[in-house]
């Protein structure tokens, strides 16, 4: 049976404190999802393989409205998210969708900017690290086209939307 007050809530935490926040949440009962990825830790002496937050300084808590006082006294906590005023809620669908994409070994970027068409942009890894071009369009995160400067031609190429960062 599910129950129509509780909703999923994205929360905000302390810088570099999801995994204290999500162990504190699970302590007090709390519904809350940490989606973690893994990545490979250089160090001088050696490489680790560990699991880090997808999305940094955010977790989602599935609870009702009476909750929200309880999540914001939790230690590792800074605040809900706000979206027109009022604490945004994310669809069960989105969380599922989540879900499933981490599910899977695809190799998931997280990036917080969004380029706008007609943006210059600096293409920082791949096959076309170093292009300095003009964002004409993106379809679907893996194909942009480029307009080329001074040169009147455009070029479609597949590369991650992650690989582009804005000048």
Request: aromatic share 10%; net charge positive; hydrophobic share 45%.
């Amino acid at each position: 049976m599910i129950d129509q007050n509780y909703r999923w809530y994205p929360v905000y935490t302390r810088s570099r404190a999801e995994k204290k926040a999500y162990k504190e949440l699970v302590r007090k009962g709390i519904n809350v999802y940490l989606p973690l990825k893994k990545t490979v830790k250089q160090w001088s002496d050696r490489k680790k393989i560990v699991e880090e937050a997808l999305i940094k300084s955010y977790l989602f808590v599935y609870i009702s409205a009476k909750e929200h006082a309880e999540v914001l006294m939790t230690n590792g906590i800074a605040r809900f998210l706000y979206f027109s005023g009022q604490i945004a809620a994310i669809p069960e669908q989105q969380i599922k969708d989540l879900k499933l994409l981490l599910a899977t070994d695809a190799d998931l970027e997280v990036f917080e900017y969004d380029i706008k068409p007609g943006a210059r942009v600096l293409i920082k890894a791949g096959p076309f690290k170093g292009i300095i071009a003009e964002l004409a369009s993106v379809h679907n995160k893996q194909r942009i086209i480029l307009r080329l400067q001074n040169m009147g031609y455009a070029i479609e190429i597949n590369t991650s939307v992650a690989f582009v960062e804005p000048l």
